[in-house]
Structure formats: structure tokens, C-alpha cells
């Protein structure tokens, strides 16, 4: 009984807890996850970060909830500099440096500008009065100046926005004296603009001050908005400290609203308060009396004398000065001088510097100046200067001093005209290479003077003692007698030499006639034979002969470019027959031939033919060969 009820009992537990899955199992799902992302700090964080931007918008924009945020705020930022004043220090300094360097500089601008105020008024009448007046009442002299000199009045301030140059609100002090805004401003951004490109300041780089004739103008600077005043008078530092402490008023209340054109600003009459504000002003004490005419009288004359004196000794250093650049420029643009210092102290002239030994002398350069130079002090050390001017002095000094040749530089090749000694044109030629300013010598243009360049001449053509050279006008004249093989030789390989043209004309007419004269004692000659091809013994001695003479005419031909023709024209007796006589003639020929080839004739410019064959008795003197020589042209 018990177990059987505890038995139900349990199923009817489990039927409870399924029907309790079914109705609320996803509720139950939802709570779960609800527990998990409440207990979890990291689940927190980020809704935390998701929805805190919106609400920080909605508290600054909310008056009420505003300060109350604020308070804590400042709070904990309050707690944590003084827990933490190295880092807040670090994290401040790319601020603070630039602000503490900016309130210095305005200070020392205060200061320098204070000092000469004292100084202006320290050699004058009322500036002695002033000393007098610190003597007799204690006070240092300086604070006495400020006080007697200290006018200033702010006469208008605009409140412009920093990025457009648009003006926002502006106040004046008299609207007689009114600037036009819209002008104002585009001059002050023009202005501003044009000192940025000029001095290449960057864009963070503000304009802060400028002078407006007898006005200053103070640009005060801020994050969103810059106070432009256009003072009168001479303000102090305390000013500007004061005009910066109404910009952080005015960014305080209403730096929200200078992002918007200057039409929707919601509050105009406010910021037109703040800004009457700073038309600060701060008026001199009564004048004292009039200075005596006595004091004026005496103040005048020592100011003149002083004035005088001071004309008097600009006038002095003005003329010792222009002398001094006039003579300077003159030794500047001489050829050969290097200044390397120039100076009038004391109105002595001085200069220093590098000379060239082929210069000008300096007595010489000094003749140029119209004004009296007695007592320059010159101190000029020796140089080689590489000017081209100076280069060719030296040049032409080291060729002798031949004013006859004409030397040119041009991009640091040199060309020659004129005769030059073979000396002279060994040195030319080895120019290249070790001049500093020289790297190539043209000598197309010069030439050997007339007897060295037949010297010259005769030794290069290694020319014969029978040969005679002359120079004649432009060229170099080849006459007398010369083998064949040297005119060949010469004529061949030689054009012109020391730069003059060789003239083969003479001698070439000279080789011309010998070759003539050769010809007319060769031709006709002929060598007789005893029987069919055997040569007398008379002929024999005759052979060499012969053959010396036949090689020299075809050696003069070839020089001399003839067209010379040689033939060995065989001849028989009238016994025979036409053809065996005609067949021995030519054998004959032929025979000669290789004899005169053996002897050092060309053979193959030598010609065979048959003489004309007359049937009759035996004529031993038809047993011949008849040698012809015929020129046909000559050049």
C-alpha cells in the first residue's frame, strides 16, 4: 500500500514539472539568460558604453541635470591630479608650453616696449623733469615713464568666427570712426593668409599683433573664436591678459553656438555685453606746463648740432662704403684677381685676396676708379688663375710671345691659327690631358714655320738628297729626280705634313719626261736570234739591259698612272711557209718574254705578235724580235 503510493506519487511529480516545461519552459529560458548577462561585469561594461553617449547628450543639454553631472565630474578629475601630478603634468605639457612661451614673449614685448618709452624720453626736456620729479618723490624712473606716457583706449573689438573669418558681433566706441565689418574681416584674412604663405608658418600659427598707422591691432585667439581690437595708444601686457580672460567668458557661455552663422546665434545681447566689456581705456594725467623758451631754445640748438653731426658722418661712411664696392667690383671683374676680403674701417680701404702673376697690376685696375684712392692697403698673394683670359696670357708667354698666332678657347678646346717652331707644336700637342682647362688642341689651322717644315718634311719622307723642298705660299714644293718606287712610296702616304700640303707637281713632271725619255730609247730595239729560238750571243749582253730599262718604264707607268703598252713583235726569214714563219715569230716573242720576266719585267702587261712575213731569199737579219713601246695617256 505505501509503495504503491509512493509509486504514483513520484509519476504525478514528474507530470507536474513536464506540464511546468510546457506553459513556462521559454520564460524560464529568458530569466536564465536575464540572471547570466545581470551577474556578468563584462555584459554590463557594454551596455553600459552602448547607452551612456546618448545619455551624457541628453544631460548636457538638459540645464537642471547639467550642473548636477558637472559637480561629481570635476570632483574625481580634482581627486585624481592630486593622487597623479606627474601624469596630468606630461599630459598638459604639449598645452601649457606653447601658452607659457606665448605669455613670455608678450611679456618681454611689454618690457622692450616700456624700455624704449624710457629711452625716447630720457635725452629730451620733459624726460629730465621726469627724473627730477622720481628723484624728488622716490619712485624709480621707469615707473614714472609709464605713468606720464601710460594712454591707451580699446576703440573697436569684433568677435570673429576662427574658421570662416565671419564677424559674429563686434562693439566700437565711437560709430563715427566705424570700420566696415565684412572689409575688416577679409583684411584680416587676407593678412593672416599672406603671412602664413610668406614666412611659411602653419595653419595653427596665428597672427597676434599688427600696427594700423597710429592703431594697433591685437588678434586674441581662441578654440572656436578670436577677439580682433583695434587699439589707440600703447596698452600694456594687462590688457591682452584681460581681453583673453573675456574670449574664455565669452567660449564658456557661448562657444556652442560660434560654429553657426553669425544669423542664428541665439543670444546677441548677450554677447554684445561681454564684448562692451572690453572697450577698456585708461586716459594720461594732465599735462604739465609749457618748457621754457630759454630750455627750447638750447634742446633746439644741441639737437641740430647733433643732427649735423650725424648727416655729417652718414655722408662720410656712405662715400668711404661706395668707394669701397666700387673699387671691389673693379678687382672682381679683372681677370686674374680672386678678393677674398675687402673693408673701410676707419676710411682706409683694405683688400685681400689672390693675384696671378699675368694680371693686370693692381696700380692699373686702380686707374678705373674717378675718386682719389691714396691709402689702399693691398694684400694680394700669387695664384695660377684658370680663366680663360688669363689661360691664354699664359699660353701665348709660354709660346714665346708670338702675337702673330691667334689662340681661341671655346668649351675647353683650342684652336690655333698661325706658323708655329716644331717646339711650339710639341708643347700644343701635349696639352691634352694635363691642362686643368684644355682638353682637346686644334691645329687644322696652324702650321710649322717654312724651314723647320721642310726639315720636317725631308725626314718623315726620308727623301733623297736629288729631291729639293721649298716652301711655297700655302704648301710645300717637291722638285728635283727620284726613283720611281720613292715617288710612289711618298706621293702615297703623305698629305700634309706640319700643316703644309705636299706639292708632287715639279717632280712629278721630272719622273714624267724620264719616263718619256725611257720610252723613246727602248722602243724600236730588237733582239736577234741565231737560229729558231736560240738568241744571238750579241743579243745575251744585251738582255740586262733590256730588262733593267723595260721594269723601270713600267715602274714610272705605274706611279704616274700611265697607260703603257709593250709589245714583242716577232719577225723570220723569207724561207718557209707563211704559217711555220708565223708560228716561229710568235715563239720567238715568247722566248724574249721569259727572258725579260727573269729580269724583272711584268710580263703580264707585256704583248706577243707576229711581224709581217715576206716570202723570199734567207735574210738573217729578219731572225729578230722587234720591242714596241706606246704611252697612251698620262695624268
Known sequence: MTESWKT??????????????????EKINRLHKLDRRVSDPESRTEDVAEVLPDAMNRVVEDPVAKPKIEQPIVNTIRGAIKRDTESFAEALFPVLGPAIRRAVADALKSLVQRINVALEHSFSAKGLRWRMEAVRSGLPFGQIVLRETML????????????????????????????????????????????????????????????????????????????????????PHEVRDQLMDALETLHARYGDQFGLPPE??????????????TLREEPVEAAHGPVSSKYKILWGGVGLALLLLLAWSAWSTYRVNRLEQEVARLFEDEPGYLLTEHDAEGGQL???????????????????????????TLAFRPYQSLEQEIVLRRLRANLGGDSALTLEINESNLTVQGELTTAQYAMLEGLPGTHPVIHSVNLAQARLAGPEAAVLVR????????????????????SGTATADWFGTAAS??????????????????????????KSRVSGRSIMFKRQFEISSTAQGELDTLGRELAELQSLAAVLQADLTIRLEGFCDGLGFREENRELALGRAR?????????????????????HWTSGN??????????????????
Open 8 to 25: 504514483g506519487n513520484s509519476s504525478t511529480v514528474d507530470d507536474l514539472e513536464r506540464l511546468r516545461d510546457l506553459i513556462l519552459g
Open 591 to 611: 722566248t724574249l718574254q721569259s727572258e725579260l720576266g727573269n729580269r724583272g719585267v711584268d710580263t703580264s702587261r707585256v704583248s706577243l705578235a707576229a711581224g
Open 493 to 518: 702616304s703623305a698629305g700634309a705634313i706640319g700643316g703644309w700640303p705636299l706639292d708632287f707637281t715639279p717632280l712629278r713632271t721630272t719622273l714624267s719626261g724620264q719616263l718619256d725619255a725611257l
Open 459 to 478: 725626314q718623315q719622307l726620308d727623301a733623297p738628297r736629288s729631291v729639293t723642298i721649298t716652301p711655297s705660299d700655302d704648301r710645300m714644293v717637291l
Open 152 to 235: 591707451y583706449a580699446v576703440q573697436e573689438v569684433f568677435l570673429i568666427q576662427r574658421y570662416s573669418g565671419l564677424v559674429l558681433e563686434s562693439v566700437r566706441r565711437d560709430e563715427a570712426l566705424a570700420l566696415d565689418e565684412d572689409a575688416f574681416s577679409a583684411m584680416l584674412t587676407a593678412i593672416q593668409a599672406f603671412i602664413q604663405d610668406s614666412l611659411g608658418m602653419a595653419a595653427h600659427e596665428q597672427l597676434r599683433s599688427a600696427e594700423l598707422g597710429d592703431r594697433t591691432l591685437w588678434v586674441i585667439n581662441g578654440p572656436s573664436a578670436a577677439l580682433a581690437c583695434v587699439i589707440s595708444g600703447a596698452p
Open 618 to 635: 734567207s735574210d738573217l737579219a729578219q731572225r729578230r724580235v722587234l720591242v714596241q713601246v706606246d704611252r697612251e695617256s698620262a695624268n
Open 264 to 277: 542664428q546665434l541665439a543670444d546677441h545681447s548677450g554677447i554684445n555685453t561681454l564684448l562692451q566689456e
Open 350 to 376: 683694405y683688400l685681400a685676396g689672390l693675384r696671378d702673376p699675368l694680371a693686370e697690376s693692381p696700380e692699373s685696375v686702380l686707374q678705373g676708379v674717378d675718386a682719389d684712392v691714396e691709402g689702399v
